[in-house]
């Protein structure tokens, strides 16, 4: 069955600083996945995917993340973090399900705390 | 336009009680998605529809009964629920191939007594 770590529950950095959230994933053929980011009450935004192709992804917001398949990783980052990326991020791992349909598996979430 | 709506935006019902979610989305996706995201914790997938067929459900207790009565809608119908059932209900869609990106509406926020 896919899963997803993400080891750091909380990170707190200060604005400006650069950021990177961890991410593991475990599934057997190539993954498809996803960096998600939800505000306090509120639904989910995606930041950006990789199902293939270069390993480097953009996103929106500034960020980006690289899939690195020898460690099973795909970690988000980003320059320079504003007050306002304080929220909590999820990675998850997709897989399409006979009968149709994608199933999200999410990993616990970084709750990140941006330091005025 | 990439926005889910989900009425109403709280919730609050009694444990004999029978309420309704709503979601709509018109992005002419075909898969549509309930999951349910506790308080400090991921959304866990409920159910998931395909061209209006009930592709997954994830073991969901049958006090919750989904229904998608047409591709742009989707319910969940609520009956007899539990205090520890009192959560985030998120609805998303998505196109229906793989890898495809779900859209998130901004959720559900239930509490029963």
């Known amino acids: 069955a896919q899963s997803v770590t993400q080891p750091d529950i909380h990170i707190t950095v200060s604005e400006g600083a650069s950021l990177e959230l961890r991410c593991n994933y475990s599934y057997g053929a190539t993954p498809y996945l996803f960096w998600y980011v939800q505000s306090p009450g509120q639904g989910l935004q995606l930041l950006l995917k990789?199902?293939?192709?270069?390993?480097l992804v953009q996103g929106i917001k500034g960020f980006e993340a690289e899939f690195k398949r020898s460690q099973s990783s795909f970690n988000l980052r980003k320059p320079s973090v504003h007050w306002s990326d304080a929220a909590e991020y999820f990675c998850a791992v997709g897989e399409w399900v006979t009968g149709g349909g994608n199933k999200l598996t999410f990993g616990t979430g970084t709750q990140l705390k941006v330091e005025l | 336009d990439t926005e889910v709506t989900q009425t109403p935006k709280h919730l609050v019902m009694g444990m004999t009680n029978k309420k309704s979610l709503k979601c709509e989305q018109h992005m002419g996706h075909r898969a549509m998605y309930w999951y349910k995201q506790k308080a400090k914790k991921p959304p866990e997938l409920m159910f998931v529809y395909s061209y209006e067929k009930l592709s997954i459900n994830e073991s969901v207790p049958s006090r919750f009964s989904p229904e998608c009565p047409n591709s742009s809608l989707l319910n969940l119908h609520l009956h007899a629920l539990q205090p520890e059932d009192s959560a985030l209900y998120l609805c998303?869609?998505?196109?229906?191939?793989?890898?495809?990106?779900?859209?998130f509406g901004p959720g559900t926020r239930l509490l029963v007594l």
């Open positions: 990789y199902f293939s192709g270069d390993t």
């Open positions: 998303a869609s998505s196109q229906d191939a793989p890898q495809e990106t779900q859209y």
